[in-house]
C-alpha cells in the first residue's frame, strides 16, 4: 500500500500559529452555521493549531503557547457518523469544530483564521487526507482482485526456443545514397581542407617580383662640409621561403640596427 503503512508513525500535516476559537449559539437551521451569528470581535481563545496523521486517523489539536493541550478534535474520515470539520454558510475562512474531552462528550466550537490562505491550506490538508484514504484502499481492494487471478507463467519450458526475425526498413540505404548524392552536388558546400602535399611553403616570385632595397649614405668632410653622397645602389633582397618570412626577418633586422639604451647612455 502506498499510505499508512507504519501504523505507529505520526506524521503533521499542517502547523498554524494564529487561530481563533468562539463561542456558538446552538444551530438554528438545518441548512449549517454562519459566522455572522458569532461574536467575533471577543474570541474565546486564540493560539496554534496542529493537524497530524496517524494511519487514517486525523487530529485537530489546539494548544495554548505553552504547548500544552487546549482542545483536541478526531477527524471522522468516513462517510458514516457526524461530521467533525464543518464549514460555514456565509464565510471560508471559520469553520465549526466538533472536540471532545476523551470521555465520551462532545461539543461545538468555532474555529476560524485572519488569513484566507491559512483557511485554504486548513482545508486542502483535510482533502489530501481524504484523497489518500480512498487511494489506500483502492490499491488494497486491487491487490486481493490481483491475487485471486492465476498466475501465468511466461518461462520457455524445456525444449522451446525463441526465434526473432529482425528485417532492415525498405528504402533506407536507397535514401542514404541520395542523400550522399545531394550533398556532393551542393554548390554551397566547401571544399575540403588543403592536405599535407599542399602545404608547403610558396615562393615570394609569386606575388610578383622580387622586391628591392634602396640604401642612401651621406659622407661628412673633416671641415664640416657636407659632400653629396654616390647615387643609390638597388640591392635585390633574395626571396624567402614564404612572405610571412619576409616580414619577420624585416622586423629583426630593424630591432637589430636600432640602437640600445646602455648604447645610448
Request: with cysteine; aromatic share 8%; net charge negative.
Amino acid at each position: 500500500m502506498a499510505y499508512f503503512d507504519d501504523e505507529d508513525m505520526e506524521v503533521t500535516m499542517l502547523v498554524k500559529n494564529e487561530a481563533f476559537v468562539f463561542k456558538i449559539p446552538p444551530r438554528t437551521a438545518a441548512k449549517g452555521y454562519k459566522a455572522a451569528d458569532w461574536d467575533l470581535a471577543n474570541p474565546l481563545w486564540s493560539g496554534r493549531l496542529t493537524l497530524t496523521s496517524k494511519c487514517e486517523q486525523m487530529t485537530i489539536r489546539l494548544q495554548n503557547p505553552d504547548g500544552s493541550l487546549f482542545a483536541e478534535c478526531p477527524v471522522n474520515s468516513s462517510d458514516r457518523g457526524p461530521e467533525s470539520v464543518e464549514p460555514v454558510l456565509d464565510s471560508r475562512r471559520y469553520f465549526v469544530l466538533r472536540i471532545e474531552n476523551g470521555q465520551g462528550r462532545a461539543a461545538f466550537i468555532g474555529m476560524g483564521f485572519n488569513e484566507r490562505n491559512d483557511a485554504f491550506d486548513f482545508s486542502s490538508a483535510l482533502q489530501d487526507h481524504k484523497k489518500n484514504i480512498q487511494q489506500a484502499k483502492d490499491l488494497k481492494v486491487e491487490a486481493a482482485r490481483r491475487a485471486k487471478e492465476p498466475k501465468k507463467d511466461y518461462s520457455l519450458k524445456e525444449g522451446q526456443t525463441l526465434e526473432i526475425n529482425i528485417r532492415p526498413k525498405k528504402g533506407s540505404s536507397r535514401r542514404r545514397r541520395r542523400a550522399a548524392e545531394e550533398e556532393d552536388d551542393d554548390p554551397f558546400s566547401l571544399p575540403p581542407p588543403p592536405g599535407s602535399s599542399s602545404s608547403a611553403s610558396t615562393p615570394l616570385s609569386a606575388f610578383g617580383a622580387a622586391p628591392t632595397t634602396t640604401t642612401t649614405t651621406t659622407s661628412y668632410s673633416p671641415a664640416g662640409s657636407v659632400s653629396a653622397a654616390p647615387a643609390p645602389t638597388m640591392v635585390p633582397v633574395q626571396a624567402s621561403s614564404s612572405p610571412m618570412d619576409d616580414l619577420f626577418s624585416g622586423f629583426d633586422s630593424n630591432f637589430a640596427s636600432a640602437p640600445s639604451a646602455s648604447a645610448a647612455a
